[in-house]
């Protein structure tokens, strides 16, 4: 499929030109943000919560304090909830942080003319958009962090089945330490350096898809093979790219620390009893919110750049 093929024109001219303080300010967006700062820590706590029962058994297996002790397994209720907890809220979150990504891109994009004639003018879609914008993040989590996903897999089967075989056969003559080790010593390196190998894949794969929601939000009709094709054609198409990915790098980089912070300062008990200092927490997420919306108004020109530079060098 042609990745350059033009849409479908859609005339504009019926819609009002937005002012420059809905462009850093969309009304429709404010319920939402304030939603968003509402529940973030929230989310972030309970999930921490649920996960450190699950982090002390795995630790509890790998480092037991006594040999002589049997540990009790996770109790089913408890991955229930987890499971439940990571399919509707994370969801949830996703959603609404996408929803609000759609309201400022459909704004911003009547502040950028048509790319080139036979190029479609952006036409944004509150519906459409969004469900073009979910489906293509669905598709790029797949393609970025599904290799990777399954050889850390891989890696974590082979070294419990490693562990398992060394507690089993140890008093064995003819399955000596000396060749479980050596035996079991080679896979993991060998699945670990596949594993390293993987990581710099998807973090290439995730520099170079990185402007391929602009391109679902305005041209939600797109399937995300095009997207995704048309994503790493653009990927390095405007001089740009050499402030924005670094910005972009930094900035996930600090948002990292910020929620490890969070967590290592206080728990979701400390949040609800209100002990928490709830003002330098919104302070945090206001400035990471601020961040994260000039980060994406440069991604929306960076990507405007690389299109017009794209059609000067290769449609005459």
């Not at 849409?7 to 304030?34: G, H, R, T, V």
């Not at 509402?38 to 630790?59: D, H, K, N, R, T």
């Not at 987890?82 to 704004?107: N, Q, S």
Request: hydrophobic letters at 55%; proline letters at 6%.
């Amino acid at each position: 499929m042609n990745t350059w093929e033009p849409s479908l024109q859609k005339d504009k001219a019926y819609q009002p030109q937005p002012d420059w303080f809905e462009a850093i300010l969309p009304l429709p967006a404010i319920p939402l943000i304030l939603l968003l700062f509402l529940i973030a820590p929230i989310f972030l706590l309970a999930a921490e919560s649920l996960l450190a029962p699950v982090y002390e058994f795995i630790q509890s297996l790998l480092l037991p304090v006594n040999a002589g002790v049997t540990y009790a397994t996770l109790p089913f209720q408890l991955l229930l909830k987890i499971g439940l907890f990571a399919i509707f809220t994370f969801t949830g979150v996703m959603l609404l942080l996408l929803k609000i990504t759609c309201l400022y891109h459909e704004v911003w994009s009547h502040f950028f003319s048509q790319p080139h004639p036979r190029h479609t003018v952006y036409h944004p879609d509150q519906q459409d958009s969004m469900i073009s914008l979910f489906n293509w993040s669905l598709f790029r989590l797949f393609k970025v962090l599904g290799p990777l996903v399954m050889w850390i897999a891989i890696l974590i089967a082979v070294s419990v089945l490693w562990y398992w075989l060394f507690n089993s056969f140890t008093d064995f003559g003819f399955f000596s330490f000396q060749l479980q080790f050596s035996l079991g010593f080679f896979l993991v390196t060998v699945l670990s350096l596949f594993v390293g190998i993987e990581v710099f894949k998807t973090f290439w794969s995730a520099l170079t898809t990185n402007l391929g929601d602009i391109a679902a939000i305005t041209e939600p009709e797109k399937p995300t093979q095009v997207i995704y094709d048309r994503a790493k054609k653009l990927a390095f198409g405007s001089p740009w790219i050499l402030i924005v990915y670094p910005i972009y790098f930094l900035f996930y980089l600090a948002v990292i620390v910020e929620v490890v912070l969070l967590i290592a300062t206080y728990d979701i008990g400390d949040l609800l009893s209100f002990k928490a200092d709830l003002m330098m927490i919104l302070g945090f997420q206001f400035v990471t919110f601020v961040v994260f919306i000039m980060l994406n108004a440069m991604k929306f020109m960076t990507y405007h750049d690389a299109l017009v530079r794209y059609y000067r060098q290769h449609v005459r």
